[in-house]
């Protein structure tokens, strides 16, 4: 059966959140909530992916429409609840649907947005599900050891759902009750736009609720039930201790599965591992560790203890320890920490060094290259085989300008020596210590600048 429209509710306050940031923002494992769900959907192909938004509005439309152009966005006006958002999302699309199925066949899919790991396969199933049944609506549930807080499924005497009922207006046999309402459902389209003319907001909260509108499709046809395979995929986030939880058991099931694929994590509490992130064989990961984004690390590298990598590229028996390195990449056998830092636009060749309090940025670091300790290297190109002495520091910023440092290879900075770009040193050059270079050097000179030692005899200094 042809998929109408989905409708994704992201216009609730997260009130239980206790936040500025509208809740479908929240990430897990790197990804807002939102996308996560919109990219769950894009797989089922809907004609029509709509979000209903108003809380947050202006913040939640622009990530979503980033990533989904053609998504369409629906305002929910003042009327709070579920089942409002819904009527307000098909009073939006109305004219739309109207044009794509005139018969009204086909079915409409509705989620909330704060189940960060609802997936396409439990989609799939919920879909398959009705489509294999006579049902004019089906909703996803899930058994829950404590089903506090969530919408119980009150079953019919033929099995079928009579009616959900929300934790606050449950009667105490109604709570203990543990098949829950995941608030995902697939309704007929023309059983949908029946269903939720009726609704009002009679209940606990004083909110239109969408799992009314399950009571009142029952007037149409057979309600039902569907089991979801997976009871992570469809849990819910409504404050941030629900979030964490599901955070841990979501990063358990990454680092598992990289441990199944040949990767020794030392410590999977303490390693947090983006769900786009890929590892090679033999990579080890040491306590403290948070791959974030995109990150690559090839073969057999060493990373930790105490290490962040947000997208970066890593080579194979890379080793980096201590270390927060940002949108960069590492050559093969680089040697990186402790206590370095490298922001984004950098690239450090193989076997070369960024070794202890070492800050670099937008700089390209050539093989073997090595700057060991305590040094600035920003807007800098260093070719192969030169070693930056201790306390290095490139001055590429005039007040007004980021100016380039070219050093070439085969070089030999002595140590505390100043760069004042835009300047270029030549390859084979040798500078002294506490050389400040503004001007070109030329291939294979030595470089320093005066720094007169003057020595007092007999210097006893008085107290005043
Ligand atoms: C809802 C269900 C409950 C279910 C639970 C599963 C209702 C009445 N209750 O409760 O049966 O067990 O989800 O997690 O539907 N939203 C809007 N507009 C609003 C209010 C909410 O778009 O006016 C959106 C929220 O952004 C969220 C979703 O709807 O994505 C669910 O809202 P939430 O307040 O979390 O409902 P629950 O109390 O969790
Ligand atoms: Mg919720």
């Excluded at 690390?297 to 990373?303: F, K, V």
């Excluded at 690239?347 to 290259?369: C, F, H, P, R």
């Excluded at 760069?419 to 050097?441: C, K, L, N, Q, S």
Aim: hydrophobic share 40%; net charge negative; glycine share 8%.
């Amino acid at each position: 059966m042809a998929l109408d429209a989905a409708i994704l509710l992201a216009a609730g306050g997260g009130t239980r959140m206790k936040t500025r940031i509208p809740k479908p923002l929240f990430t897990l494992a790197g990804k807002p909530f939102i996308i996560r769900i919109m990219s769950a959907v894009d797989h089922l192909h809907p004609r029509i992916m709509s979000v209903v938004t108003r809380y947050g509005k202006e913040q939640v439309e622009a990530v979503a429409l980033r990533a989904f152009p053609d998504a369409v966005m629906v305002h929910q006006d003042a009327h709070p609840g579920t089942g409002r958002a819904v009527q307000c999302a098909l009073a939006s699309l109305e004219e739309r649907i109207n044009q794509l199925d005139p018969e009204q066949n086909g079915s409409i899919l509705i989620a909330a947005t704060d189940m960060p790991l609802l997936n396409t396969a439990t989609l799939m199933t919920l879909l398959e599900a009705h489509d294999h049944s006579d049902d004019v609506a089906t909703v996803l549930t899930t058994h829950l050891d404590n089903p506090y807080g969530y919408g119980r499924i009150v079953r019919a005497a033929d099995q079928s759902v009579a009616c959900i009922v929300e934790e606050k207006d449950a009667t105490d046999a109604q709570r203990q009750i543990t098949e829950v309402n995941t608030s995902v459902y697939v309704f007929k389209t023309s059983v949908l736009k029946a269903a939720i003319r009726n609704l009002n907001s009679h209940n606990a909260q004083n909110e239109f609720y969408l799992t009314d509108a399950m009571e009142f499709a029952r007037q149409y046809g057979h309600v039902g039930a569907c089991a979801a395979p997976d009871s992570l995929a469809v849990e819910g986030v409504n404050d941030r201790i629900q979030l964490m939880n599901l955070a841990k058991a979501y990063n358990r099931r990454i680092c598992e599965y990289w441990m199944r694929e040949g990767v020794t994590i030392w410590d999977p509490e303490s390693t947090w591992i983006d769900d786009e992130v890929r590892l090679g064989h033999d990579v080890e990961l040491l306590p403290n560790t948070f791959l974030r984004g995109r990150t690559v690390i090839g073969e057999g590298s060493l990373i930790g203890p105490d290490v962040e990598l947000d997208t970066m590229i890593v080579g194979q028996n890379a080793h980096i320890h201590r270390a927060l390195m940002q949108q960069s990449t590492v050559g093969a056998c680089a040697e990186v920490g402790p206590f370095s830092y490298m922001r984004p636009g950098c690239d450090l060749g193989a076997w070369a060094k960024q070794g202890t309090y070492v800050e670099m940025k937008k700089s390209t670091i050539g093989d073997n290259t090595k700057v060991p300790h305590l040094s600035y290297i920003g807007d800098c190109t260093i070719g192969d085989h030169s070693n930056i002495g201790g306390g290095t520091i490139t001055a590429n910023y005039d007040g007004v300008h980021k100016n380039k440092t070219i050093i070439g290879s085969n070089v030999h900075v002595g140590v505390d020596n100043m760069f004042v770009a835009p300047v270029e040193i030549a390859d084979g050059v040798t500078t002294g210590a506490g050389a400040v270079i503004r001007h070109y050097v030329h291939r294979g000179s030595l470089a320093y600048s005066e720094n007169t030692q003057h020595e007092v005899h007999n210097w006893h200094p008085k107290a005043q």
